[in-house]
Nanobody, 115 residues
């Protein structure tokens, strides 16, 4: 079955950087686009970034130029490099894959940006 396991969440100071990872299993990873979403306290889960099997990417406007999504098909892993972090980036970050219309999620990893 599909499994997604996020890691890398931390407490980070404003302006700092952090790298999140998502280990995927149970499906043909290199055939699927992979996404990162985030859910801030009191808010709905929201799209952050997406990477297609061919490596092309898309980002929500608020993270463009600061975040980079990448994938390692040999390790079935997707990463989110986050730079110039802001307090408003504080959220639980989730890895996502969609298969035949069904959304699969990991358990999430907490990123807190605070001094």
């Amino acid at each position: 079955q599909v499994q997604l396991v996020e890691s890398g969440g931390a407490l980070v100071e404003p302006g700092g950087a952090q790298r999140l990872s998502c280990a995927a299993s149970g499906f043909a990873f290199d055939n699927y686009g992979m996404s990162w979403y985030r859910q801030a306290p009191g808010k709905q889960r929201a799209f952050v970034a997406w990477i297609r099997p061919d490596g092309s990417t898309r980002y929500t406007d608020s993270v463009k130029g600061r975040f980079t999504i990448s994938r390692d098909n040999a390790k079935n892993t997707v990463h989110l490099q986050m730079n110039s972090l802001r307090p408003e980036d504080t959220a639980v970050y989730y890895c996502n894959v969609v298969q035949t219309g069904r959304f699969y999620w990991g358990q999430g990893t907490q990123v807190t940006v605070s001094s």
